[in-house]
């Protein structure tokens, strides 16, 4: 026979000495701030390990209903094993992106005032050369250069005006205005006349079909 207190003492002092060959380092301030998951995990998984000792100093193998029991148990620890793994591999893992992200943002270069004038100049003189058509007029962009400029990649605008720089011919111009109701009339008319024309012609011969 043995306390209550005996094994609380037992199971936390194994749940310790476990948590130490995991953790490493400086155990005492790691176990201030360790996740309440973790910490339950480790717990349970230490309680049943010693159960399945106590049943095996026991001889409870002998006994059907004990090994179901037994083999229960070491279900239930290989669960919760796998389970503590994939929690810590996830808090490696985000403990790198946030490492990662510190680092750059970091080692982000830093432009001098003067650099970083004639870059906005730039950017400025390609916003205002881009072409947005009927939404140039527009308040979808509250004076917001960014959003305009974001708007123009998206349309192909700025795409387009850099090839013009980079040539010297330069590139034919298109309509960049959306289609009237009469233009879309127009181009759906067309596109049923060609339509009707195939299918009249289909399967004739001699006429061109």
């Known amino acids: 026979m043995t306390s209550f207190k005996d094994c ?5 002092e194994a749940a310790t000495e476990h948590l130490e060959g995991c953790r490493g380092g400086d155990t005492e301030k790691a176990l201030q701030h360790i996740p309440r998951e973790e910490a339950l995990t480790t717990i349970s998984l230490v309680a ?3 159960l399945e000792q106590e049943l095996q100093k026991r001889g409870a193998d002998n006994d059907a209903s004990q090994h179901e029991l037994h083999a229960q148990l070491k279900a239930c620890r290989k ?13 490696e893992g985000a403990s790198d992106k946030k490492r990662r992200r510190t680092e750059e943002s970091t ?17 400025s003189g390609t916003s205002k ?4 058509g009927q939404y140039a007029s527009s308040n979808a962009f509250d004076q917001n250069e960014q959003k305009r400029m974001k708007f ?22 298109h309509n960049t205005f959306a289609a009237s109701n009469v233009e ?13 024309s195939a299918i009249s012609h289909k399967g004739k011969k001699g006429l061109g079909a």
């Not at 050369?129 to 947005?132: C, D, F, V």
């Open 152 to 173: 123009a990649r998206l349309m192909g605008g700025a795409k387009l005006t850099a090839q013009e720089k980079g040539s010297a011919g330069g590139h034919s111009r």
């Open 107 to 123: 080692e982000a270069p830093t432009f001098s005032s003067s650099s970083h004038g004639t870059a906005t100049a730039d950017r």
């Open 8 to 12: 609380l003492r037992e199971v936390r």
């Open 79 to 91: 669960a919760l094993k796998s389970h503590s793994a994939r929690s810590a591999a996830g808090d």
């Open 129 to 132: 050369s881009i072409e947005l």
């Open 48 to 50: 049943i390990r010693l």
């Open 184 to 196: 879309l009339k127009r181009m759906n008319a067309n596109l049923e006349s060609q339509f009707e």
